[in-house]
């Protein structure tokens, strides 16, 4: 009876150091384990490294060649594909030029960007843009553009190019709401304020900004819904927008004129493709139909406006090659008077190490009883290099000429340094 007791904790002992040294090999095992792990993800940083920093080195060298993935809604694309700068959460981008552009002439047809009568030549420094974004969830974050402009005498103003809350379900269903530009063609869309991503150092006249001339309703404020149809390897997108706009645009006649063109809620349906077996080709139309004063009459009229855009595009192989067409028609509400602008452009360039050249043919038809009596027959050349300094920095140099109906051509030279930061 006394050696059962003995018997019995010799047991436990040796069931204690078995126990023991079972654990000790499964801490070793998963130590092992751990090892094998920590080397697995070092491989895959490695190898994600190495895929990634070509693509993104090319987005913050070149200009809009570089970028031909962004949808028709870039309102509900990520943001630009190089790093930015985190402050809190918020990422921020920012985009600054400096221009000097001299004409032939000592009346510059407008008084933005510095320019006053009698002077033929004038420094302005254009748009200086801080570009905002951040994520509110998963699927939806917040998207604001703050441009600093320069106006007439050298004054400053601040305007909200964009503020969009933008949702993402998935590929087939993108939503933004807030002031966004208007998708009307490929121009409006792939193109922000900011000069940097352009090739040439302005906007062709139909796709420029309301502020500065153009003729087109370039910003709204409303809902824009946009997506991928499935088509297999055809890719079709879709894109909807609901909105609100007021564009205001000064004559570019030099007269001092702005018409304010009161417009009414628009409906803007577009469609394109971007074939999977010709990569960088997009082709495309939209719609869109509002209603807007004339400010010239007497007695306003309301007239029906309809813009409709077809566009071809190929950006790939450092080759870009733009070409849009347009036909504004502005039909009366009170007699039967309609008139149509037929209007296009055509730009092509191609990279040659820093160096892109670039030609660019446009033209505008307005009938001079129209709201663009002030534009009326319009058309020309543009050509010139940008040259990059850097991932930054940028120069560019374009001449213009214009052929101007019943007023002297118009001949004009633009430098700018453009930068990111």
């Known amino acids: 009876?006394?050696?059962?007791?003995?018997?019995?904790?010799?047991?436990?002992?040796?069931?204690?150091?078995?126990?023991?040294?079972?654990?000790?090999?499964?801490?070793?095992?998963l130590q092992h384990r751990d090892r094998d792990l920590q080397e697995r993800i070092k491989t895959l940083e490695a190898t994600r490294a190495s895929t990634q920093l070509p693509a993104t080195e090319p987005a913050l060298r070149t200009t809009s060649p570089a970028m031909p993935e962004?949808?028709?809604?870039?309102?509900?694309?990520?943001?630009?594909?190089?790093?930015?700068?985190?402050?809190?959460?918020?990422?921020?981008?920012?985009?600054?030029?400096?221009?000097?552009?001299?004409?032939?002439?000592?009346?510059?047809?407008?008084?933005t960007g510095g320019f006053v009568p009698g002077s033929a030549g004038n420094f302005y420094?254009?748009?200086?843009?801080?570009?905002?974004?951040?994520?509110?969830?998963?699927?939806?974050?917040?998207?604001?553009?703050?441009?600093?402009?320069?106006?007439?005498?050298?004054?400053?103003?601040?305007?909200?190019?964009?503020?969009l809350l933008q949702y993402?379900?998935?590929?087939?269903?993108?939503?933004?709401?807030?002031?966004?530009?208007?998708?009307?063609?490929?121009?409006n869309t792939e193109f922000r304020s900011a000069s940097w991503a352009l090739s040439t150092a302005d906007r062709p006249l139909v796709m420029e900004s309301a502020s500065e001339g153009g003729l087109l309703p370039t910003q709204a404020i409303g809902i824009a819904i946009t997506g991928l149809v499935p088509s297999g390897k055809l890719g079709l997108n879709y894109?909807?927008?609901?909105?609100?706009?007021?564009?205001?645009?000064?004559?570019?006649?030099?007269?001092?004129?702005?018409?304010?063109?009161?417009?009414?809620?628009?409906?803007?349906?577009?469609?394109?493709?971007?074939?999977?077996?010709?990569?960088?080709?997009r082709i495309g139309a939209s719609f869109y139909h509002d209603k807007i004063d004339n400010s010239r009459d007497a007695v306003p009229i309301r007239y029906g406006q309809t813009i409709v855009n077809g566009h071809v595009v190929y950006v790939a192989h450092r080759v870009e090659f733009l070409s849009e067409g347009f036909l504004i028609r502005h039909s009366s509400e009170r007699n039967s008077a309609v008139f149509n602008t037929p209007a296009f452009y055509v730009q092509i360039s191609k990279q040659l190490g820093h160096i892109r050249p670039f030609l660019r043919c446009q033209y505008v038809n307005a009938d001079k009883a129209s709201i663009f009596d002030d534009v009326r027959l319009r058309y020309g050349p543009s050509f010139g290099a940008r040259y990059d300094f850097n991932e930054n920095i940028a120069f560019k140099a374009q001449l213009d000429h214009t052929v101007r109906e019943n007023m002297p051509d118009l001949n004009g030279l633009q430098m700018q340094t453009a930068f990111t930061f």
């Not at 993402?168 to 002031?179: A, Q, T, Y």
């Not at 006649?253 to 010709?278: A, M, Q, T």
């Open 1 to 29: 009876m006394l050696l059962v007791p003995a018997c019995t904790a010799q047991d436990t002992v040796a069931g204690d150091e078995q126990t023991i040294r079972m654990l000790v090999e499964q801490v070793k095992e």
């Open 70 to 111: 962004q949808t028709m809604a870039v309102e509900t694309a990520a943001p630009p594909s190089f790093n930015v700068h985190d402050l809190r959460g918020i990422q921020w981008r920012g985009f600054g030029e400096v221009n000097y552009k001299v004409l032939n002439q000592r009346q510059p047809e407008l008084g």
């Open 125 to 163: 420094t254009g748009d200086f843009d801080l570009f905002l974004t951040a994520k509110v969830s998963d699927k939806t974050n917040v998207l604001s553009e703050i441009a600093f402009g320069e106006g007439d005498q050298q004054t400053f103003n601040v305007s909200l190019e964009r503020f």
């Open 168 to 187: 993402e379900f998935n590929d087939h269903l993108k939503m933004s709401f807030g002031r966004y530009q208007t998708g009307i063609g490929y121009y």
């Open 239 to 281: 894109l909807f927008e609901y909105g609100s706009s007021d564009t205001v645009r000064p004559d570019i006649n030099g007269s001092g004129n702005v018409d304010d063109e009161n417009n009414g809620n628009h409906v803007l349906v577009g469609l394109f493709v971007r074939p999977e077996r010709l990569r960088g080709l």
